[in-house]
């Protein structure tokens, strides 16, 4: 298994969303650094910036205000220095259109967030598993 210490980017305007999503990692022990943005365009503009520290991972929302989650996969897979970079799409939307639109743009994954806390901590699992360090329990 492949370890880092990187940080992860969450990329999510929901204030709740992005609580729950920190509080799930930590129950999980992972212990990587989570740098928090509330759009595509402030997103890109920390990826793009040499002083910021490249994430291991970017877990990303789609409908958010300014620049949106297909938008922001359309700039960062289309940046030679960015494609790379491992994006897993937690989003609310089961639209067919936004899943197809992800793949397309070479998303690691594409996961629905459930409304349960306990169901939203197991989707958080394979993230760990692939991409971040955890400490054992």
Same mark, same amino acid.
């Not at 992005?18 to 799930?24: D, E, G, N, Q, S």
């Given at each position: 298994m492949r370890v880092t210490n990187k940080p992860i980017l969450l990329v999510e305007d929901d204030q709740v969303d =992005? =609580?729950?999503?920190?509080?799930?990692l930590k129950q999980i022990h992972v212990t990587n650094r989570v740098v928090h943005l509330e759009n595509g365009e402030d997103a890109l503009n920390y990826l793009r910036d040499e002083k910021s520290e490249k994430p291991c991972i970017i877990l990303l929302d789609l409908n958010m205000p300014i620049m949106n989650g297909i938008e922001f996969l359309q700039a960062a897979k289309g940046d030679e220095q960015l494609r790379r970079v491992p994006v897993v799409v937690l989003t609310t939307s089961d639209e067919q259109h936004d899943k197809l639109n992800s793949f397309n743009f070479s998303v690691a994954g594409y996961m629905s967030k459930p409304v349960d806390y306990q169901q939203f901590v197991e989707v958080m699992r394979p993230i760990n598993a692939y991409w971040t360090i955890s400490e054992m329990p």
């Open positions: =992005m =609580m729950t999503v920190i509080r799930a």
